[in-house]
């Protein structure tokens, strides 16, 4: 199976001990699908400074094609974070560096290779929500993460080109959640799905409600845990799993990627 992670991709500087880690919605997808055996590919915009350099090169290392990024002059995307009992809390970023500078346009120019790929999934934080209608028409499936900061009434009009749609919510209540997903099925997406922390996962198929616990276990850091979920949920459906079991290998692989520091390690001193 061929993916691609389309869009963000920072450097995870934890205050509290100088290191920074590669991470970003779509770079982690590309990375945990190799990790699970899947030929994969990133699709991004690099800066040219030392943070770039060092994610690239763990890319190049792990296996995942950058082939087709941009390298761009000016700083690499970065998040500052802390750790507090195992779960990661995030302090600031500089919103993407580079990337809010550089247009995601470049990655239609060859129709013919996106279409190569089985799933292609990017995020809100990728700059490429005018891209989902071209994408939406790909042979392949195309997944999106609405992340925790989502506005509805914003994310419900992108439905209509997503086959799969994941909504951080564990600040909100189940019904509220339900509410949520309930809403993109009508809008158009194919299964919306939620997590919802230490409440597990929650996804809507139109007309059936399907829940999954997560696996418990005392997490070194919960960085990355959610994009876990999603790469491997995504690739067991996408080899023929049932929702069930899909959702049962997100969990499982979240819990393995909680027992890591960092997104997936390959820590940098920054």
């Known amino acids: 199976m061929k993916v691609l992670g389309l869009g963000d991709n920072v450097i995870d500087r934890y205050t509290h001990t100088g290191i920074g880690y590669p991470g970003g919605n779509a770079l982690n997808f590309s990375v945990y699908a190799r990790l699970l055996s899947a030929e994969a590919a990133y699709l991004g915009v690099f800066g040219d400074d030392r943070a770039a350099e060092h994610i690239r090169r763990v890319l190049a290392a792990r296996g995942v094609d950058i082939s087709r990024c941009l390298v761009a002059a000016g ?20 919103a993407g560096g580079i990337r809010q500078k550089i247009a995601m346009d470049f990655a239609l120019e060859d129709m013919s290779w996106l279409g190569q790929f089985t799933l292609v999934h990017t995020s809100a934080y990728s700059y490429a929500d005018a ?4 994408l939406g028409m790909l042979p392949g499936r195309l997944s999106y993460d609405f992340s925790d900061d ?14 799969y749609g ?18 993109a099925r009508h809008a158009g997406c ?14 809507f198929d139109g007309s059936r409600w399907f829940s999954q616990a997560p696996e418990m276990i005392t997490p070194v850091d919960t960085l990355g845990a959610g994009d876990a979920f999603i790469t491997a949920f995504l690739l067991a459906h996408a080899a023929g799993d049932t929702l069930a079991e899909s959702l049962r290998r997100g969990a499982g692989f979240a819990a393995r990627i909680c027992m890591v520091e960092g997104a997936f390690g390959e820590g940098m001193i920054y």
């Open 166 to 183: 994941f909504f951080s919510c564990a600040d909100r209540s189940l019904g509220e959640t339900r509410e949520v997903l309930a809403a």
């Open 131 to 134: 891209l989902l209608p071209a």
């Open 75 to 94: 700083e690499n995307g970065h998040a500052s974070l802390t750790i507090e009992q195992g779960e990661r809390r995030f302090l600031g970023s500089n």
């Open 190 to 203: 194919r299964l919306p799905i939620a997590t919802r922390g230490a409440e597990g996962a929650l996804l």
């Open 150 to 163: 989502f506005e509805i009434e914003r994310a419900l009009p992108l439905c209509r080109w997503l086959d």
